[in-house]
């Protein structure tokens, strides 16, 4: 199983989580020779990998298998194989993204009871929780622009996936429905890509997964065709 692939900003390359021996690992796989690699000898599962915006470096969550409950954020330099530790605390840390400029992180964190989403410094300084709405928060993507950060909530039984300012200021939704996840940005900035699931039926059947496009005024949706269900969309940089 194959999971979140996030195409380098400036490399023919993706990271991506798969599960082998039903263990989680990250991978990277090169578009060009079509070899991949696994990033680090991490003894647990790491997961919700992205690369920084030079693409010199991966961002992404490890637990540790004798502490499953706690998840931390690590940075690996894929030059020299180096990790950096950037969190430590006894929640959940993980879904990182770098800011275009390569200064901040945005992610997500149960460290106030439930997940919310923080900010802090690229070496882990200056942790700030910036989202201010009711609801449990998920999937930060920062803009390309550098000026909106994409999310998911969930609140009163629906998802939403919205966009706040850096700040968590001026909070907005941009579609809600049954279920959505993973948004992703267009290189422009101006539109998000995302997938949606359908309720199941009474008998057990549907629930189907399907990719979506839509721009940050909340119109113009579109649904993208894919051969069967399609989940974890993401945009590559403009080639």
């Not at 199941?200 to 065709?225: A, K, M, Q, W």
């Amino acid at each position: 199983m194959v999971l979140t692939p996030r195409f380098a900003p400036n490399k023919q390359l993706i990271t991506y989580m798969e599960y082998k021996n039903n263990l989680p690992r990250v991978y990277i796989y090169n578009l060009k020779t079509g070899e991949r690699e696994i990033v680090g000898d991490f003894p647990g599962m790491t997961f919700a990998p992205r690369f920084s915006p030079d693409s010199q470096s991966v961002v992404m969550s490890f637990s540790d298998p004798n502490n499953a409950a706690n998840s931390e954020i690590y940075l690996m330099d894929l030059n020299t194989r180096s990790r950096s530790r950037l969190t430590n605390d006894s929640g959940i840390d993980t879904s990182p993204s770098f800011s275009p400029n390569g200064e901040k992180i945005v992610f997500n964190s149960d460290r106030g009871g439930s997940p919310q989403l923080f900010v802090m410094d690229k070496n882990g300084d200056n942790i700030k929780r910036i989202s201010k709405g009711r609801g449990v928060y998920g999937n930060p993507v920062w803009s390309p622009r550098g000026d909106l950060i994409a999310f998911t909530k969930l609140t009163q039984g629906n998802f939403h996936i919205g966009v706040m300012d850096t700040n968590g200021n001026n909070e907005r939704v941009i579609v809600k429905d049954f279920a959505l996840e993973s948004p992703a940005w267009s290189p422009n900035g101006r539109y998000l890509i995302f997938h949606r699931q359908k309720r199941s039926n009474l008998d057990g059947t549907g629930g189907e997964v399907t990719i979506h496009f839509i721009d940050i005024t909340g119109y113009n949706e579109r649904v993208i065709p894919t051969p069967r269900d399609g989940s974890d969309p993401a945009w590559s940089p403009l080639l």
